[in-house]
């Protein structure tokens, strides 16, 4: 029981520490983090933006996301392509639930766990998660 109750607390913690890593976005409509993490290190993260060179400005003049703006999961899991860490068998914290393209890199990175902090409008990304056995933790207010 104290085993699940630490890994509760932990779970929280570094959710806490993916929203506050989602301040970083430039995005206006809304800003998420996420962060991986593998025996108990941080071995990546990301918010969601626009690709490396490209200006900070996430939404056109409609208001609505530019088609080439990354989501803070895609960014953490490409990050980890350029380091010398994987991602098989770690958690990734989300601020918000993933959508469907963001859930197909999570199962192609042997990530076997997601806890995210809010449900986004549609379902299909966590759908597709719980189909994959990823265990699926909602630590939402």
């Given at each position: 029981?104290?085993?699940?109750?630490?890994?509760?607390?932990?779970?929280?913690?570094?959710?806490?520490?993916?929203?506050?890593w989602?301040?970083?976005?430039?995005?206006?409509r809304?800003?998420?983090?996420?962060?991986?993490?593998k025996?108990?290190?941080?071995?990546?993260?990301?918010?969601?933006?626009?690709?490396?060179?490209?200006?900070?400005?996430?939404?056109?003049?409609?208001?609505?996301?530019?088609?080439?703006?990354?989501?803070?999961?895609?960014?953490?899991?490409?990050?980890?392509?350029?380091?010398?860490?994987?991602?098989?068998?770690a958690?990734?914290?989300?601020?918000?639930?993933?959508?469907?393209?963001?859930?197909?890199?999570?199962?192609?990175?042997?990530?076997?766990?997601?806890?995210?902090?809010?449900?986004?409008?549609?379902?299909?990304?966590?759908?597709?998660?719980?189909?994959?056995?990823?265990?699926?933790?909602?630590?939402?207010?």
């Open positions: 029981m104290e085993s699940n109750d630490k890994q509760r607390k932990l779970d929280e913690r570094y959710l806490r520490m993916a929203r506050i989602a301040e970083n976005s430039y995005c206006q809304r800003q998420v983090g996420a962060l991986v993490v025996d108990k290190m941080i071995i990546s993260d990301g918010y969601n933006g626009t690709p490396t060179g490209f200006e900070n400005i996430c939404e056109d003049d409609a208001g609505l996301s530019k088609p080439y703006v990354l989501h803070a999961e895609a960014n953490a899991i490409t990050k980890l392509a350029k380091s010398s860490n994987n991602s098989d068998g958690t990734i914290y989300i601020t918000a639930s993933p959508c469907i393209e963001c859930a197909k890199l999570i199962i192609q990175a042997g990530i076997k766990r997601v806890v995210y902090g809010e449900k986004y409008r549609l379902t299909d990304g966590i759908d597709l998660l719980r189909r994959a056995g990823i265990e699926l933790i909602y630590l939402g207010e």
